[in-house]
């Protein structure tokens, strides 16, 4: 096991959770004038989905708190072709929350 690294994986996971975690407004704000694709936020997902599974056999995470990374990732892993394309700050300020919106309200909250 390498407690360096592990830790900075860890540290890196919860920062991107937080990011993801945040309201709408929170986001745009963070993501600033940075051109961010849907796409690229959608595979950094899916990397820390299975960083966060080798973290959890590990014991770096319980279980239980990767929970909303795991749905988070299943959420928006879920998006078809065209909902990937485009911008991530464009795709939060049009699409509308519900059951079809890139950031389903409700899925993501800070616990890790």
């Known amino acids: 096991m390498n407690h360096l690294g592990d830790a900075y994986l860890r540290a890196w996971t919860l920062r991107f959770t937080a990011f993801l975690a945040a309201d709408l407004r929170e986001q745009l704000v963070r993501v600033g004038g940075r051109e961010l694709d849907t796409e690229s936020v959608v595979e950094e997902v899916g990397l820390l989905c299975r960083l966060s599974d080798g973290l959890t056999e590990r014991g770096v995470f319980a279980p239980h708190e990767v929970d909303d990374l795991q749905a988070i990732g299943r959420r928006l892993g879920e998006l078809d072709a065209d909902s990937r394309a485009g911008l991530w700050a464009d795709a939060l300020a049009t699409d509308p929350p519900g059951p079809t919106s ?11």
């Open 102 to 112: 890139v950031l389903s309200p409700g899925i993501f909250s800070s616990r890790c």
